[in-house]
């Protein structure tokens, strides 16, 4: 029988990817709320949310989820324009393909929403295509050391 530790160790990164964007989740609709109850235009409180959801993401992604620990500036540089670029990139796919879906009959009632169906196969997607691209492009590993060695050491 496989102990909780070692599902754990086997599925570490996609746990914790799991468990940060819950909380990239929270600190989007909390920002939110306090923009908008600083009286922000709502449109503007939309964007700063994202801001600070993806600033928060990008941080967590890349120390905790895939221990891309280098303070290089210009390695951090380009994750964080990667990262951003990344998740604007899902974004458009999201809002292109949204429509899509309710065109083609996806457009049923879950928990009393209209098309929540098809939001909830756009999240999936979203959700997906951000892990791929922070792994595989973003935070992607260097084959000749490891990122936690390029850290300087006190």
Known sequence: MVSIAELYGRYKELI???VFGVLTTVVTWVSYAAFAHLGIELNIC???S???GVSFAFITNKWYVFESRTLESA???REFVLFIGA???TGVIAWVLFPILLWIGLDQVILGTEGFLAKMIVTV???AL???FS???VFRRSHSKKESDTVPSN
Do not use: A, D, S
């Open 16 to 18: 914790l990817y799991g």
């Open 46 to 48: 939309n964007i700063l």
């Open 50 to 52: 994202w801001v600070c």
């Open 75 to 77: 390695k951090v540089i």
């Open 87 to 89: 998740r604007i990139f």
């Open 125 to 127: 997607i979203e959700i």
């Open 130 to 132: 951000n892990w791929v």
């Open 135 to 137: 792994k595989y492009m």
